[in-house]
């Protein structure tokens, strides 16, 4: 079982403050049973938001609006933590964390704006993004997360220390949804030295949606585009003179065959897919694919039925493919 419930209050037209929780499925979903163990609650938003006129501002645990990929309004039952919605928009840049956001509003369409994130590299999911070695891991974020459990006080490696400025864009209409930003971060490795070299990158992302025929038909797309800095492997606090460079490309559509009840949600199915393929310099590429297939029924206004198929693989020169298919029937119910 999954659930996520929050509180959320407002002071006039000026100030409204969230508090969101979720009781999640542990690694890989393994659930909530005395065996299994894994199951956790976890602090999902944290924020209080400010707003007078046509501008804004939030600070806290927060979300960034421009850094979310659009996805079919038909997967999202397991609330995006199985493998197959999840690590897509990791890899694409979803940035959950510790920060400040502001922004105006431009007329009746646009909102544009800045997002500013630091902190210990696990307070934000916008650094497992970075990639490229650390030795002895294959990927950098897994280094200050690893330190997690292992101490008796459970915290990360307070060594690290992540830094990221996003300025964005958003326009939202009733025919097209169009959300475009550009995430510039740099990454201390060692922060008890002033000599290592500080890992450099960005991620450029752009992503639309379309609701068409009175939002019957919906459908997307999402590309982004990650290059950053890696280190030598035999001396970390180093940079390599090779670039890791990582593309997430991918879309799909929704059908909303009807609407029955007056809060507006629909019954249809969705198909999406993601492509994502990543190397080090003139390296081994390895490619990544995503589908779901999903389809919801809703049985009253606050109870919904649903379906999906999952599936992901990974391939590598060489190298035996890895994946997984799964199966999803889920009963949901919406306070």
């Given at each position: 079982m999954l659930e996520r419930f929050g509180l959320r209050v407002r002071y006039g037209e000026w100030l409204t403050v969230d508090s969101e929780l979720m009781a999640?499925?542990?690694?890989?979903?393994?659930?909530?049973?005395a065996y299994e163990g894994q199951a956790a609650l976890q602090i999902r938003q944290q924020v209080l938001r400010l707003a007078t006129g046509s501008l804004f501002?939030?600070?806290g645990r927060l979300i960034d609006e421009a850094s979310v990929d659009f996805l079919s309004r038909h997967v999202g039952d397991a609330f995006l933590q199985d493998t197959a919605t999840r690590d897509?928009?990791?890899?694409?840049?979803?940035?959950?964390?510790?920060?400040?956001?502001?922004?105006?509003?431009?007329?009746?369409?646009?909102?544009?704006?800045?997002?500013?994130?630091?902190?210990?590299?696990?307070s934000t999911t916008g650094s497992l993004m970075v990639g490229g070695t650390f030795s002895p891991f294959d990927r950098?974020?897994?280094?200050?997360?690893?330190?997690?459990?292992?101490?008796?006080?459970?915290?990360?490696?307070?060594?690290?220390h992540m830094?990221?400025?996003?300025?964005?864009?958003?326009?939202?209409?009733?025919?097209?949804?169009?959300?475009?930003?550009?995430?510039?971060?740099?990454?201390?490795?060692?922060?008890?030295?002033?000599?290592?070299?500080?890992i450099h990158g960005y991620n450029a992302r752009a992503g639309f949606r379309l609701n068409l025929f009175?939002?019957?038909?919906?459908?997307?797309?999402?590309?982004?585009?990650?290059?950053?800095d890696t280190v030598l492997a035999t001396d970390l606090s180093k940079r390599a003179a090779e670039k890791y460079t990582a593309v997430t490309s991918g879309g799909g559509i929704d059908f909303n065959v009807s609407r029955r009840f007056q809060s507006d949600v629909a019954d249809g199915?969705?198909?999406?897919?993601?492509?994502?393929?990543?190397?080090?310099?003139?390296?081994?590429?390895?490619?990544?694919?995503?589908?779901?297939?999903?389809?919801?029924?809703?049985?009253?206004?606050?109870?919904?039925?649903?379906?999906?198929?999952?599936?992901?693989?990974?391939?590598?020169?060489a190298t035996p493919d890895a994946g997984e298919r799964s199966v999803f029937l889920t009963l949901r119910y919406v306070m």
């Open positions: 999640n499925g542990g690694p890989a979903l393994h659930g909530t049973s501002g939030e600070v897509p928009l990791l890899y694409s840049g979803f940035n959950l964390g510790n920060g400040v956001r502001g922004g105006v509003r431009i007329g009746k369409l646009v909102r544009a704006g800045l997002t500013l994130n630091a902190g210990n590299p696990v950098f974020y897994v280094q200050p997360y690893q330190a997690i459990g292992k101490g008796p006080n459970n915290y990360p490696d307070d060594s690290f830094m990221m400025a996003t300025p964005w864009l958003l326009i939202d209409s009733k025919i097209a949804e169009v959300r475009l930003a550009f995430q510039r971060y740099v990454v201390d490795t060692d922060m008890t030295r002033r000599t290592d070299e500080n009175d939002r019957v038909v919906s459908p997307f797309a999402n590309v982004s585009l990650n290059r950053n199915f969705g198909v999406q897919y993601v492509h994502i393929q990543h190397q080090v310099g003139g390296g081994a590429v390895t490619r990544l694919h995503y589908v779901n297939v999903g389809g919801t029924f809703w049985l009253g206004e606050r109870v919904a039925a649903g379906a999906r198929f999952a599936f992901w693989v990974q391939k590598q020169p």
